[in-house]
């Protein structure tokens, strides 16, 4: 199983903070999935920005979990980043028409984990219980 993760809206509350539960979120992922990068952040291979990014707006250190998830490349598309041969879920606040036009003809349409912060402004600690669930 693969774990693709956004930073606006799904790690970060906003710009200066890390949302709720989000630490915990990146460790166990992390720690149990191979986790890549699917942001703006880090969309032409090179992670460190996104690991800064984060970093910047906690006194936790996180970079030995940071530096464990793997960027990838795509242009227009996050969807061209995603490896459909394997299972994967990718957690985002934001999935355009392009892209669920992707996942659709993929047939994973529910593989996008939308994250709503306004609405769940705790959800990625909700999370963590999905991605426990998927090692029983
Ligand atoms: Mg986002």
């Known amino acids: 199983m693969n774990i693709y993760l956004d930073i606006d809206g799904v790690l970060l509350a906003n710009e200066d903070n890390l949302s709720e539960g989000a630490a915990e979120f990146i460790k166990f992922a992390v720690d149990n999935f191979d986790v ?18 984060i970093q910047r707006t906690t006194d936790e250190n996180l970079r030995p979990w940071l530096e464990k998830i ?44 939308e994250v709503d912060l306004y609405k769940h402004p705790d959800q990625l600690k909700h999370e963590i219980k999905l991605l426990k669930s998927l090692l029983d």
Request: glycine share 4%.
């Open 36 to 53: 890549y990068w699917l942001t703006t952040h880090c969309r032409h291979g090179d992670p460190n920005r996104a690991i800064e990014y």
């Open 70 to 113: 793997k960027p990838v490349v795509w242009d227009f598309k996050k969807t061209e980043a995603i490896d459909f041969s394997q299972s994967f879920l990718w957690f985002d606040d934001d999935c355009y028409v392009g892209e669920r036009e992707e996942l659709h003809s993929n047939a994973v349409f529910d593989s996008w984990i």
